[in-house]
Each structure stands twice: as structure tokens, then as C-alpha cells.
């Protein structure tokens, strides 16, 4: 049965760290860049009030579940999305685009690796 | 053909087309590729209207909706696998629309989600129930024509007209990394298994039926699947297009549906957000009404029972149990929490892989001379549902793959 | 085409729709029953409709299932109650006087007749 082995510790391998990661650091970049857009089209007057509350709290609630599902709790773009987290409702679009840029960073690059 | 009735039923075909995976997939390739996936939307249609054209013209001449035929052509062992297959994808299509519906109500009320589900529920079987069949088409159809908001929005925002007409020529975006590629592929597979998915045929076609149609309504058939289906096209290629333009150049993306919205918001305020809002629950409602009913006339036509909404009710009453079943069962996968998103993935995935086993039936039935008489398939329509048929199957084949490897179009 | 003459069992007749002189829907053709003998002109003696004929035609796996969920009753249409074969069955009697509407007339019982327009 050793020959087995060395499969399951190449897909248990695979399961783990950023590249499995990479689908959720791509939901949180897209999440805080709609919390951005959301927030800028609110101050401009252009949403009801309920739509800007219930997609704030959509935002949120998928923030925490890419948040959540992550493998690696203590890297750099776990950290980035729980600064994400943080933010207040109304936080300023430039603030969470910044968040957004960064997780495109880690996005890019896990990619391309 | 009265004029009347056939505007009605190309405007019915615009508003009813898209629905809640057309949506997510449209908003998310526009994102993610630009212009570049507009091709796969316009060969979508082009097979949806060939097919559509043939399963209308199969109800029309041999009176019997394709399920019936179906059967007959493939037997009981492949029919159930067929049935079986179509019924499960068809449900979990109609679980996500039904949750679609209580996500866009949620936007526009601020309601509980779980209630909001159960209120779609009722509201559309009790549309159903009171409603005779040609009513509850034309109610939804005409409503989602609130949807045309979207198409407005993209001439409001000035989009490179060019590169978006470009992108109805087939193509591969350059530059692109291989996990890219292997994103865009997947994509492909996924737009076509929207607009293609299967309870489309089998709805248009028992809906032939429903409304007694003949030889006299052939042209009627031709016009609405190829006008109606198209002009439908371009409201979920304008989706895509705004998404291009407004949301890939921030990073958006989506990963909510409601986002979409924010397409018509963005030029228009919020009378656009509203219109975009009610037009998209009217178009993702009357979705989840013919997935619903699409099922109820699988089983129903597969088993002999008596069928259809030109009945009452009572009149077809296992037919009725069988569309109240599946609206229940579609109400306990959303409350079971899935999220949304996730089953617009499913849906596509379990769809594409039943397309083959849809279409090959209907192909047969459509070329057959002793059921289609003088009316069966001519060179072009043999021709391109030969070249459609293929295509699917390559894209059933290739579905779970490129599913897996990709995260589901994320990764 | 009529009822008469030769035919093709699995492609002209197996798995049909069948419907009744009122046009109302009355099953599928699920079975075939002949009559005949070896070397000798075999004729349809009678469609078989329900779960009752699906033995020999599935899985037996399938076939325990199917019971489970639909149990194992079966109409008899004798042959000279068939009209027409053409894409579907055409009989020459009602539906109810065949036995083949029972469970939709079961059925039919907890259906409320309200509220449709």
C-alpha cells in the first residue's frame, strides 16, 4: 500500500497554502472592490438606502465565509481580508480599493507562479 | 399570423430570456474578458434558436411536445436516464432562481431571505395556479422587459463600440496565462450551457402544444425564435458589456448578483437601479416558473399522464402535484441555505451534460419524414443542428474538467 | 397509418403516448402482449400500460425501485380498442371505460377546483 503514499501526500500537499487559497483571495478582492463601488454610487445618491444596507451586509457575510475557508489563518492576505473586515460600513471607496489592489497583488502573483 | 399575438410573443421571448445564470456568467465574463466572450453568447443563441425553431416545429406538425417523442425514440432504460438527468438538473436550475428571486427582493425590501423565498414561492405557484398558461407567460415575459434598462445603460456609457462589436467574432484573447486560458474556456462552457440549457426546449416546445399550435404557426415559430430569442440575446450581452466597461477596470468581480444592478445605477440613478432591480426579479420569476413547469412536463409526458396549464388544474391533477413538488423541492434547497451563486454553478454543470442527451432525440424526431411530413429538417436546419449537436457534446465532455481545475471559472 | 397491417413493434408501436377517443392522455405504451405461436404469423394481442409492464425492460435493481415509488399495476388495451398508430395511439373507447385513468381520477380527488381562471 506504500506506493499510495506518495499521491495522497501530493494531493494533500495540493489542498493546502495560497494556490488552494487563490479562489477565496479572488472573492475577497472582488468583494471589497463592489463594498468600494457600492459606497461611492451611494455617496453620490444614486442607490436606496435598503439596497446600500443589504448589499453591505451580503458583502460582509461572503467576506467572512472567503475569510473563514482560508488555509493559511496567518499569511499576509488573510490578514489583508480580516483589515477588510474591519472597515466600517461606510468606509471610503479609495480605502477599499487600496484592500482590493493588494489582494490583486497576491492574486497576480500566485498566479503567475 | 396576427400581428398582435406575434409581437406579444417576440416581446414575451426578449423578456423571458435571461435568467439568473445568464446574469452571474454574463456579469462575470464581461469582468474578467472584456468584450471577448460576446461570441460565445451570440453562438448560444444561435443554437438556442435552431433548436428552439425545431422543437417548436416538432410540436406544431406532430402534436406531441418533445418528451413524448423522446421516449419513444430512445426507449425506457435511456428515456429515465435522460428523464432522470434533465429532472435534477432542471430542479437545481429552479432552486437557484428561486433563491435569485429572494436575493432581489431582499435588495428591494430588506426583508429576511428565508421569508422572502417562501413568498416567492407562493406568489408564483398561486400565478400559476390562477393562471391560464398563455397569461402566465406573457405576465413575466412582458414584465422582464424592464431589463431593457440594461441595454440603454450600455449606449449611455459610451463603450468602444468597436471592440465590442469585435467581440462577436470568435476569438482567444492574447497574452492570456494557461490558468486564464483554462478560466476562458470554462466560461465558454458555461455562457453556453445558460443560454442552452435544456428546460428551454422542453418548455417552448410543450408551450406549442399548450397554445394548439399548427402549420399555420410556423413562421410564427421561425420569427420568435430567431427575433425574439435574439433581441433576448442582446440584453444579456449588454450585461456583459457594462460589466466590461465599469466593473473589470475596478476589480469588480461580481461576486454578488445584486452588483449587476449597479450597470443601470451608474448612468441612471436610482430609477435605474429600480427598473434594473424589478426587472431582473420579474425575468429570474419567470424562469423559475418555466423550470418548474419544465419539469412537470418532463415527467409528466414521459409517464403518459394528462398534461398542461390550458387545463385546470384539478384537470390535470398528477401533472399539478408534479409543479407544486418541484416548486417544494426547490424552496428546501434554498433554504438549506446553498448559497445562490453556488447553484447557478451547479445548474450550468448538470446542464451542459444533459444538453447531448436532449438534443439528439429532437434532432432525430425533427428530420424523421413520417412524423414531420413536408416540414422535416431542410439542409440548413440539418446542417446546423448536426454542427450545434457536436458542439454541445464537445462542451459536455469538457465541462467537469475544466470545472474542476478552475474552481468553478474562480481560480 | 391504422391499426392494421404490418408493423414495426419497438419503433412504430413500443413507448407511444397513447391518448382516447376525447383526446385526454391515457399513459404510454409500457408492453407489448402478443399472440401467436413459433412459425406462425405473430399478432398484438393487447398495449400493456403501467409500471406492471416495465418487467424485462430495466435493471431488476430499477425495476424493485420503481415499484417501491409507483408500485406494480397494469391497464390492458386490447387491440381492438386501438383506432390508430401514428405518433401516438388512438383508441377507439374512453380512457375510463379501459381502466387506464384510475390513479389521475385518485389523484384528482385532492386537487382543490378553485381560484383557477
Same mark, same amino acid.
Given at each position: 500500500?506504500?506506493?499510495?503514499?506518495?499521491?495522497?501526500?501530493?494531493?494533500?500537499?495540493?489542498?493546502?497554502?495560497?494556490?488552494?487559497?487563490?479562489?477565496?483571495?479572488?472573492?475577497?478582492?472582488?468583494?471589497?472592490?463592489?463594498?468600494?463601488?457600492?459606497?461611492?454610487?451611494?455617496?453620490?445618491?444614486?442607490?436606496?438606502?435598503?439596497?446600500?444596507?443589504?448589499?453591505?451586509?451580503?458583502?460582509?457575510?461572503?467576506?467572512?465565509?472567503?475569510?473563514?475557508?482560508?488555509?493559511?489563518?496567518?499569511?499576509?492576505?488573510?490578514?489583508?481580508?480580516?483589515?477588510?473586515?474591519?472597515?466600517?460600513?461606510?468606509?471610503?471607496?479609495?480605502?477599499?480599493?487600496?484592500?482590493?489592489?493588494?489582494?490583486?497583488?497576491?492574486?497576480?502573483?500566485?498566479?503567475?507562479? | 399570423?396576427?400581428?398582435?399575438?406575434?409581437?406579444?410573443?417576440?416581446?414575451?421571448?426578449?423578456?423571458?430570456?435571461?435568467?439568473?445564470?445568464?446574469?452571474?456568467?454574463?456579469?462575470?465574463?464581461?469582468?474578467?474578458?472584456?468584450?471577448?466572450?460576446?461570441?460565445?453568447?451570440?453562438?448560444?443563441?444561435?443554437?438556442?434558436?435552431?433548436?428552439?425553431?425545431?422543437?417548436?416545429?416538432?410540436?406544431?406538425?406532430?402534436?406531441?411536445?418533445?418528451?413524448?417523442?423522446?421516449?419513444?425514440?430512445?426507449?425506457?432504460?435511456?428515456?429515465?436516464?435522460?428523464?432522470?438527468?434533465?429532472?435534477?438538473?432542471?430542479?437545481?436550475?429552479?432552486?437557484?432562481?428561486?433563491?435569485?428571486?429572494?436575493?432581489?427582493?431582499?435588495?428591494?425590501?430588506?426583508?429576511? #431571505?428565508?421569508?422572502?423565498?417562501?413568498?416567492?414561492?407562493?406568489?408564483?405557484?398561486?400565478?400559476?395556479?390562477?393562471?391560464?398558461?398563455?397569461?402566465?407567460?406573457?405576465?413575466?415575459?412582458?414584465?422582464?422587459?424592464?431589463?431593457?434598462?440594461?441595454?440603454?445603460?450600455?449606449?449611455?456609457?459610451?463603450?468602444?463600440?468597436?471592440?465590442?462589436?469585435?467581440?462577436?467574432?470568435?476569438?482567444?484573447?492574447?497574452?492570456?496565462?494557461?490558468?486564464?486560458?483554462?478560466?476562458?474556456? #470554462?466560461?465558454?462552457?458555461?455562457?453556453?450551457?445558460?443560454?442552452?440549457?435544456?428546460?428551454?426546449?422542453?418548455?417552448?416546445?410543450?408551450?406549442?402544444?399548450?397554445?394548439?399550435?399548427?402549420?399555420?404557426?410556423?413562421? %410564427?415559430?421561425?420569427? %420568435?425564435?430567431?427575433?425574439?430569442?435574439?433581441?433576448?440575446?442582446?440584453?444579456?450581452?449588454?450585461?456583459?458589456?457594462?460589466?466590461?466597461?465599469?466593473?473589470?477596470?475596478?476589480?469588480?468581480?461580481?461576486?454578488?448578483?445584486? %452588483?449587476?444592478?449597479?450597470?443601470?445605477?451608474?448612468?441612471?440613478?436610482?430609477?435605474?437601479?429600480?427598473?434594473?432591480?424589478?426587472?431582473?426579479?420579474?425575468?429570474?420569476?419567470?424562469?423559475?416558473?418555466?423550470?418548474?413547469?419544465?419539469?412537470?412536463?418532463?415527467?409528466?409526458?414521459?409517464?403518459?399522464?394528462?398534461?398542461?396549464?390550458?387545463?385546470?388544474?384539478?384537470?390535470?391533477?398528477?401533472?399539478?402535484?408534479?409543479?407544486?413538488?418541484?416548486?417544494?423541492?426547490?424552496?428546501?434547497?434554498?433554504? %438549506?441555505?446553498?448559497?445562490?451563486?453556488?447553484?447557478?454553478? #451547479?445548474?450550468?454543470?448538470?446542464?451542459?451534460?444533459?444538453?447531448?442527451?436532449?438534443?439528439?432525440?429532437?434532432?432525430?424526431?425533427?428530420?424523421?419524414?413520417?412524423?414531420?411530413?413536408?416540414?422535416?429538417?431542410?439542409?440548413?436546419?440539418?446542417?446546423?443542428?448536426?454542427?450545434?449537436?457536436?458542439?454541445?457534446?464537445?462542451?459536455?465532455?469538457?465541462?467537469?474538467?475544466? #470545472?474542476?481545475?478552475?474552481?468553478?471559472?474562480?481560480? | 397509418?391504422?391499426?392494421?397491417?404490418?408493423?414495426?413493434?419497438?419503433?412504430?408501436?413500443?413507448?407511444?403516448?397513447?391518448?382516447?377517443?376525447?383526446?385526454?392522455?391515457?399513459?404510454?405504451?409500457?408492453?407489448?402482449?402478443?399472440?401467436?405461436?413459433?412459425?406462425?404469423?405473430?399478432?398484438?394481442?393487447?398495449?400493456?400500460?403501467?409500471?406492471?409492464?416495465?418487467?424485462?425492460?430495466?435493471?431488476?435493481?430499477?425495476?424493485?425501485?420503481?415499484?417501491?415509488?409507483?408500485?406494480?399495476?397494469?391497464?390492458?388495451?386490447?387491440?381492438?380498442?386501438?383506432?390508430?398508430?401514428?405518433?401516438?395511439?388512438?383508441?377507439?373507447?374512453?380512457?375510463?371505460?379501459?381502466?387506464?385513468?384510475?390513479?389521475?381520477?385518485?389523484?384528482?380527488?385532492?386537487?382543490?377546483?378553485?381560484?383557477?381562471?
Amino acid at each position: 500500500m506504500r506506493w499510495l503514499l506518495l499521491p495522497l501526500l501530493l494531493l494533500a500537499a495540493c489542498s493546502k497554502g495560497p494556490e488552494a487559497d487563490l479562489p477565496y483571495i479572488s472573492q475577497a478582492r472582488s468583494l471589497a472592490a463592489e463594498w468600494a463601488l457600492i459606497n461611492e454610487q451611494a455617496s453620490q445618491g444614486k442607490l436606496t438606502p435598503t439596497y446600500i444596507e443589504t448589499m453591505r451586509k451580503s458583502v460582509r457575510e461572503q467576506l467572512q465565509t472567503s475569510a473563514k475557508a482560508l488555509s493559511e489563518p496567518q499569511s499576509g492576505y488573510a490578514k489583508e481580508i480580516q483589515a477588510v473586515l474591519k472597515e466600517p460600513d461606510g468606509a471610503r471607496p479609495e480605502e477599499l480599493r487600496a484592500h482590493a489592489a493588494r489582494l490583486k497583488q497576491v492574486e497576480d502573483s500566485l498566479e503567475s507562479a | 399570423m396576427n400581428p398582435l399575438e406575434l409581437t406579444l410573443g417576440i416581446m414575451t421571448a426578449v423578456g423571458g430570456f435571461v435568467d439568473i445564470s445568464e446574469l452571474v456568467f454574463a456579469a462575470k465574463a464581461g469582468s474578467m474578458f472584456g468584450y471577448a466572450l460576446i461570441w460565445a453568447f451570440v453562438l448560444g443563441t444561435i443554437g438556442m434558436s435552431v433548436f428552439g425553431e425545431m422543437s417548436g416545429r416538432v410540436a406544431a406538425i406532430a402534436k406531441q411536445p418533445v418528451f413524448n417523442l423522446m421516449r419513444h425514440r430512445l426507449g425506457l432504460k435511456l428515456g429515465l436516464v435522460t428523464l432522470i438527468g434533465s429532472l435534477i438538473s432542471t430542479l437545481i436550475t429552479c432552486a437557484a432562481e428561486v433563491g435569485g428571486m429572494a436575493l432581489i427582493l431582499n435588495y428591494l425590501t430588506g426583508l429576511p #431571505y428565508p421569508l422572502l423565498a417562501v413568498a416567492s414561492v407562493i406568489v408564483v405557484s398561486a400565478s400559476m395556479w390562477v393562471l391560464p398558461f398563455k397569461w402566465i407567460e406573457r405576465t413575466y415575459g412582458l414584465l422582464g422587459l424592464m431589463m431593457i434598462v440594461f441595454a440603454v445603460a450600455v449606449v449611455a456609457i459610451h463603450p468602444p463600440w468597436a471592440k465590442l462589436i469585435g467581440g462577436a467574432v470568435p476569438q482567444v484573447p492574447s497574452g492570456l496565462s494557461s490558468k486564464e486560458l483554462l478560466n476562458y474556456s #470554462y466560461f465558454i462552457v458555461a455562457i453556453l450551457s445558460a443560454v442552452l440549457f435544456p428546460y428551454e426546449s422542453y418548455f417552448y416546445s410543450s408551450g406549442g402544444i399548450e397554445e394548439g399550435w399548427g402549420a399555420k404557426d410556423l413562421l %410564427t415559430n421561425r420569427v %420568435t425564435c430567431t427575433v425574439g430569442f435574439g433581441l433576448g440575446s442582446l440584453l444579456a450581452i449588454s450585461i456583459l458589456a457594462a460589466s466590461a466597461q465599469l466593473f473589470g477596470p475596478l476589480n469588480v468581480g461580481p461576486e454578488i448578483p445584486g %452588483t449587476s444592478a449597479l450597470e443601470a445605477a451608474i448612468p441612471f440613478g436610482r430609477v435605474g437601479l429600480m427598473l434594473a432591480l424589478l426587472g431582473m426579479l420579474f425575468a429570474v420569476a419567470g424562469a423559475a416558473v418555466e423550470t418548474c413547469m419544465s419539469n412537470a412536463y418532463a415527467v409528466s409526458q414521459f409517464f403518459g399522464w394528462e398534461w398542461g396549464r390550458h387545463a385546470k388544474p384539478w384537470e390535470a391533477p398528477r401533472f399539478t402535484l408534479a409543479w407544486i413538488a418541484v416548486m417544494l423541492l426547490a424552496l428546501l434547497i434554498v433554504l %438549506t441555505g446553498v448559497d445562490v451563486m453556488s447553484l447557478v454553478e #451547479y445548474a450550468v454543470l448538470f446542464s451542459i451534460i444533459v444538453l447531448p442527451l436532449t438534443y439528439l432525440p429532437l434532432m432525430l424526431l425533427a428530420n424523421d419524414k413520417s412524423y414531420m411530413r413536408e416540414h422535416a429538417n431542410k439542409w440548413l436546419a440539418k446542417g446546423l443542428g448536426w454542427l450545434f449537436f457536436v458542439i454541445v457534446t464537445c462542451a459536455a465532455i469538457a465541462a467537469i474538467p475544466l #470545472y474542476l481545475l478552475t474552481s468553478g471559472g474562480s481560480g | 397509418m391504422s391499426a392494421l397491417g404490418h408493423l414495426k413493434i419497438v419503433s412504430q408501436l413500443l413507448d407511444l403516448p397513447i391518448i382516447d377517443k376525447d383526446e385526454r392522455s391515457c399513459g404510454i405504451v409500457d408492453d407489448v402482449e402478443l399472440e401467436g405461436r413459433p412459425g406462425k404469423e405473430m399478432k398484438v394481442a393487447a398495449l400493456l400500460v403501467g409500471p406492471g409492464a416495465y418487467d424485462g425492460r430495466m435493471p431488476a435493481w430499477l425495476l424493485w425501485l420503481t415499484r417501491q415509488i409507483a408500485g406494480d399495476r397494469m391497464a390492458r388495451v386490447p387491440a381492438d380498442q386501438i383506432d390508430e398508430i401514428g405518433a401516438v395511439v388512438k383508441l377507439k373507447s374512453c380512457g375510463e371505460d379501459l381502466g387506464l385513468h384510475q390513479v389521475e381520477d385518485k389523484v384528482r380527488a385532492w386537487i382543490p377546483r378553485k381560484g383557477a381562471l
